[in-house]
């Protein structure tokens, strides 16, 4: 019998960064890690509970990630009267806010080069599932998991510093 | 002599982080690695190199980290039975087939593109039949640029006024369709230029089949209008061209898809506890989004004072929606403006926002009252003007469906921030966001207390 209270506990501030990651609003992210828990716990009531449960949430949380990302596409197409809006204020006592949102900006960016798989399994990883529950999720074998992790971390730092590069030439 | 290959290392780092629960490596093939390790000044060199990619990635992750405040978990459990169930794969299947195997039926749809594209062309064309024929009948063009205007249809930038998409535009439809003859003569008195009602009957003609498609194709025909509604007249094209897209959803409230559903359901848990009215829970979601496109009620010429918080929500008659989180920094109203106006100012971490609210008279289109108050302050009503508020006088608001919602439009401020009209529970709202931010990002945001 799965204590989903605690697993909540021990499981909603991974998702809500792992959600961050891919829908990059944090509002949002921390909306999608609810919705995850409220499925799961609505398809526990019928009696469906997973032998990994910490793993299934995260497949949930892809899919909403997904649904999600679809979604964003819509709306950015209704959007369109925003499209050449006037520059932002920059305000002084904000560049702090600025810098950060330049540091995530960049790291989006470097993630956002990576393969879809080696972003999968990185953000799984980091969001602290194991190699056998990354490899449940991914359809990978689970001795690949090592080999994948690699490629993907060393494709991240190679494509942060060339846009640091970039953005040191502007 | 053999060397650990880049993914084992990795791998070996993992494990020694997390431990066994990791479950990178098992324990006969650490121990091989540790052994090796102590053996090899190559894989001892390697092991530092993966050391520092790890934990420079780890750097770059934590820089897209945002701060984390997760809610109780009381909080979810309300959800719980809201949620439409899906089956969820576990674990996610796998691609069996190739990447590509429906590139083969690309030539169907291309076929079926091609099809479409003759059918809009077709319709297009008898579009300009229909426009020629307005156009060779000038009087009674200039009465359909009146009786559209009448059906509540958007005004025109140009005229100055704030745009405001009608509630459901297609019971209004239905009313103009509808209504005597000798009302809409009254409002051809408004003696709207020749030449303007042209223009208009021409740009609705434009405009009409393709609104008319988008709509069918949605399924979406919210009411059915008669008859006598699809006459394909260019007055009747008026009043569909500009009428508002729309979407079905499913309860707002329950759709995830829906801007603020979750939060919504987040909230409905609190406000168990403490009254607390969620702009995004309620229904009003469902109704139609109106645009200030166009104007502003927070760029009009109106004198604004200062005033207590409590003496705004006596203005409104309700309590102030607010950007949560954010101070205020300023409550100022407009009692002279008809309707009276309040606005509110806020120092969010996206810059200042203003929300321009205003009390909604009851009997009247939603929307009438914003309306009347900017283009009373512009002292500019063209004939359109006095034709819409005219209608906007006797009309009652029609009855939303509660599974329509009408895609958010977005307008600009005098100043080019964006602004985002939002029929709230209990009155209209306009939310103003500094430029460069998208007001739709704070929707979810805006509750009200009390």
Redesign the interface.
Request: hydrophobic share 45%; proline share 6%.
């Given at each position: 019998m799965i204590d989903?209270?605690e697993l909540?506990?021990e499981t909603?501030?991974d998702l809500?960064?792992y959600l961050?990651?891919k829908v990059w609003?944090?509002?949002r992210?921390?909306?999608?890690?609810?919705?995850v828990?409220?499925?799961a716990?609505?398809?526990a009531?019928?009696g469906h509970e997973?032998e990994h449960a910490r793993?299934?949430l995260f497949?949930?949380a892809?899919?909403?990630a997904r649904?999600?990302a679809k979604?964003v596409l819509r709306?950015k197409r209704?959007?369109t009267?925003?499209q050449g809006?006037?520059?932002?204020?920059v305000?002084p006592d904000?560049s702090e806010?600025i810098e950060r949102a330049e540091?995530?900006a960049?790291?989006?960016a470097?993630?956002e080069q990576l393969g879809e798989r080696d972003r999968e399994v990185?953000l799984l990883?980091?969001a602290g599932l194991?190699?056998?529950?990354i490899a449940?999720?991914?359809?990978l074998a689970?001795g690949?998991?090592?080999?994948?992790?690699?490629?993907?971390?060393?494709r991240?730092?190679e494509a942060?510093e060339a846009l640091e590069a970039r953005h040191v030439a502007h | 002599m053999w060397h650990i290959?880049?993914?084992?290392?990795?791998?070996y780092l993992?494990d020694r982080d997390?431990g066994p629960?990791?479950?990178?490596l098992d324990a006969g093939l650490r121990e091989r690695v540790a052994q090796h390790l102590s053996e090899c000044d190559v894989c001892t060199a390697s092991l530092r190199l993966?050391e520092r990619?790890?934990a420079?990635?780890?750097d770059?992750?934590l820089?897209?980290?945002?701060?984390?405040?997760?809610?109780p978990?009381e909080?979810?459990?309300p959800?719980?039975?809201?949620?439409p169930?899906?089956p969820?794969?576990?674990?996610?299947p796998?691609r069996t087939g190739p990447r590509r195997a429906w590139m083969p039926l690309a030539w169907a749809a291309s076929l079926m593109l091609a099809v479409g594209a003759g059918w809009m062309a077709s319709l297009m064309w008898q579009g300009g039949e229909v426009q020629r024929a307005a156009l060779e009948q000038p009087a009674s063009a200039a009465g359909s640029a009146a009786d559209r205007a009448d059906a509540g249809a958007p005004m025109s930038p140009a005229a100055g006024g704030v745009v405001l998409a009608p509630a459901a535009g297609a019971p209004r439809m239905a009313e103009g369709a509808a209504r005597p003859a000798g009302e809409g003569s009254d409002l051809r008195r408004a003696e709207a230029p020749r030449q303007e009602a042209k223009e208009e009957v021409a740009h609705a003609d434009r405009l009409a089949p393709v609104a008319a498609l988008s709509e069918q194709a949605a399924g979406n025909r919210v009411a059915d209008t008669g008859a006598e509604n699809r006459r394909v007249t260019a007055e009747d094209r008026g009043v569909t061209a500009e009428r508002p897209r729309q979407f079905v959803a499913r309860d707002p409230a329950r759709d995830?898809?829906v801007i603020g559903g979750?939060?919504a359901?987040?909230n409905a848990a609190a406000a168990a506890a403490a009254p607390q009215q969620v702009l995004a829970e309620s229904p009003a979601l469902g109704f139609a989004a109106r645009s200030a496109?166009g104007g502003y009620p927070g760029d009009a010429d109106v004198a604004w004072k200062t005033v207590s918080r409590e003496e705004a929500e006596r203005l409104l008659g309700a309590p102030l929606y607010l950007l949560a989180g954010a101070p205020i920094s300023e409550i100022a109203a407009a009692p002279q403006a008809s309707p009276a106006l309040v606005r509110v100012r806020q120092r969010a971490?996206e810059?200042q926002i203003e929300l321009v609210q205003w009390r909604a008279a009851t009997g009247q289109a939603v929307g009438a009252d914003v309306e009347k108050g900017v283009a009373d302050a512009a002292a500019q009503k063209s004939a359109v003007d006095v034709a819409r508020e005219a209608r906007s006088q006797v009309v009652a608001p029609p009855a939303a469906p509660a599974s329509a919602v009408v895609?958010?439009?977005?307008?600009?401020a005098r100043d080019?921030g964006?602004v985002l009209s939002i029929p709230a529970a209990t009155h209209p709202v306009i939310l103003k966001a500094?430029?460069?931010?998208?007001p739709?990002?704070l929707i979810?945001?805006i509750r009200q207390e009390g």
């Open positions: 989903w209270a909540y506990r909603c501030a809500v960064r961050h990651r609003d944090a509002e992210a921390r909306d999608l890690a609810q919705e828990f409220a499925r716990l609505q398809h009531a019928r997973p793993a299934w497949s949930i892809a899919n909403l649904d999600e979604m709306r209704h959007l009267l925003l809006a006037a520059s932002e204020a305000q904000a806010r540091r995530e960049a790291a989006r470097a993630l990185l990883w980091d194991s190699y056998p529950e449940a999720q991914t359809g689970a690949a998991i090592g080999t994948t992790l690699a490629r993907a971390r060393r991240l730092v942060h | 290959d880049e993914g084992t290392l990795h791998a993992d997390r629960a990791a479950g990178a993966a990619q790890r420079r990635a780890a770059i992750l820089a897209a980290t945002p701060v984390i405040e997760t809610p978990f909080a979810v459990q959800m719980v039975g809201t949620t169930i899906r969820i794969p576990f674990p996610l796998r995830a898809a979750a939060m359901r987040v496109e971490e810059g895609q958010p439009r977005l307008g600009r080019g964006s500094p430029p460069g931010i998208n739709a990002l979810t945001r």
